[in-house]
């Protein structure tokens, strides 16, 4: 079963925690998100648009005292699948010098003008 969806997450704070009503802009879209910490390092770009493998742990609705209903889910993120950003993110100068660099080390070598201890 395959479905596209192209669901907007955003919510406003209709009622902030007293506490933080004075460093919330009600009128400011709030995202859910997701927080990983592992041994490496994602390489994400800004933005972008991203396809996972997940499990559902947990989802409840609740009805609050106004009549208005509240779904919530819990899902376990398990794999990246593919990621793609969502403007064409060019690369830097320095990671262009670096490439070239590279490219004739590698040249230099294939051609035997480079001994391996050199570099």
Do not use: W
Not at 28 to 45: I, N
Not at 63 to 90: A, M, N, W
Not at 99 to 112: C, F, H, I
């Amino acid at each position: 079963m395959k479905h596209d969806m192209n669901i907007d997450l955003g919510y406003e704070l209709s009622h902030p925690e007293p506490h933080m009503a004075s460093q919330v802009n009600t009128k400011e879209k709030m995202y859910p998100s997701f927080t990983y910490e592992g041994e490496e390092a994602l390489d994400l770009p800004d933005d972008g648009i991203m396809v996972v493998e997940f499990h559902t742990r947990r989802e409840s609705t609740t009805t609050e005292e106004d009549g208005d209903k509240q779904y919530s889910c819990t899902v376990e993120v398990r794999k990246i699948k593919h990621v793609e950003p969502l403007k064409d993110e060019q690369p830097t100068k320095p990671y262009k010098d670096a490439e070239e660099a590279l490219d004739k080390l590698a040249r230099a070598k294939s051609n035997g003008s480079v001994k391996s201890d050199e570099y």
